[in-house]
């Protein structure tokens, strides 16, 4: 045999070989906190809902919360740790970035996601509702939703956009049929904002239609068009309006929880969790990691606290 064949041969399989067991497996995903509501401070400063840890470790990963009110160094060394960070739904301003509330710390992890992203050190993020509308605000370096939007507790099926087929998300070879039917026939995803980016504000804020490609749109109960799935062109990051999550995980709303709706949240947990099996980053140690993750926390009975929740986690 030709040696030279042979070693190049050889050194392909081992660097196969290597970047296979090098690639982390075990994949640890952040979930921002916001501040608790009144009728939930009791409990602790900030929270986030158990639903969007449970969609998390549903498609197999770890799960850390990510704080508020905390130092440029917590969010630096938390970032570094981290496979991926989800922005989740819920109540708090996305827009003032004087303290380091919800906002402050997604303008943090953005700026270092996108960083990172430039520097080939891929890195995914995730907004569901709020943090949707906080991926866009981040994205336009401005505030460009639209007030006044009829789509609270309910499900609807979306429109799919024009190039959806060749997204990475929703792509024609590898998004099983099933899926793009539950998602553009059945009301499959549950809505429940007041704000929301329109098309129009997409094509005049260059920041945001030369940044992101529109998947979906919807139409409120008022007639206005909005958009409901993108992802960017360029950079693992994709947002969904609707919550994925709730289909198997909260009652309190008018959630499909149909076996195919369920399915339609698995596919999208496994596609975010396997985009986060792509980065390279990890804790410092294995005890590091274990003073991070949600597992030092419980969870906390919401049935007659919220009437959005069924259960939350609460951080002092
Ligand atoms: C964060 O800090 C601000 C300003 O000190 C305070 O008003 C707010 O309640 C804090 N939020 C949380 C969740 O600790
Ligand atoms: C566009 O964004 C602005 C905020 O910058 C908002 O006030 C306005 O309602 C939005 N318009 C549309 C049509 O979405
Ligand atoms: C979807 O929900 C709407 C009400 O929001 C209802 O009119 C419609 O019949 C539902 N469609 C299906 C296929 O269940
Ligand atoms: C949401 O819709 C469900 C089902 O129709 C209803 O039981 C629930 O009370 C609604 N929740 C809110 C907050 O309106
Ligand atoms: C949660 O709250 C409901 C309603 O108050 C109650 O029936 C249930 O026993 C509680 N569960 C736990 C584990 O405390």
């Known amino acids: 045999m030709n040696t030279f064949i042979f070693k190049v041969t050889f050194l392909i399989i081992s660097v196969s070989i290597i970047s296979t067991y090098a690639l982390p497996l075990r994949p640890v995903v952040g979930v921002l906190a916001q501040g608790s509501s009144s009728s939930t401070k009791k409990y602790g400063a900030s929270y986030i809902a158990a639903s969007y840890i449970k969609y998390l470790e549903s498609a197999g990963a770890r799960v850390v919360p990510i704080l508020v009110n905390q130092t440029d160094e917590y969010y630096n060394n938390i970032f570094k740790s981290l496979n991926g960070i989800l922005f989740p739904g819920g109540g708090s301003d996305i827009i003032d970035v004087s303290h380091i509330g919800y906002s402050g710390a997604a303008h943090i992890l953005y700026h270092l996601g996108l960083e990172a992203n430039k520097q080939g050190d891929f890195f995914p993020l995730w907004g569901i509702c709020l943090g949707f509308e906080e991926l866009m605000v981040q994205t336009a370096g401005e505030d460009v939703l639209k007030e006044g939007i009829k789509a609270s507790n309910i499900s609807f099926p979306v429109q799919l956009e024009q190039g959806y087929e060749q997204s990475r998300l929703l792509n024609a070879n590898t998004t099983p049929p099933s899926i793009i039917k539950t998602l553009s026939t059945v009301n499959s995803t549950l809505n429940s904002h007041n704000m929301a980016l329109t098309p ?59 076996k195919e709706c369920v399915e339609l949240m698995q596919y999208m947990a496994n596609f975010f969790v396997e985009e986060a099996r792509k980065s390279q980053h990890q804790f410092s140690s294995p005890d590091e990691m274990a003073k991070h993750l949600i597992y030092n926390y419980d969870p906390v009975n919401l049935s007659q606290t919220s009437n959005a929740f069924e259960q939350a986690y609460f951080f002092p």
């Open 200 to 258: 129009t504000n997409f094509t005049r804020f260059t920041a945001l239609s030369s940044f992101f490609q529109v998947l979906s749109t919807n139409v409120d109960l008022n007639g206005v068009r909005f958009i409901s799935t993108v992802e960017a062109y360029d950079y693992p990051f994709y947002g969904t309006q609707w919550h994925p999550e709730k289909n198997a995980f909260e009652w309190k709303v008018n959630s499909c929880h149909a």
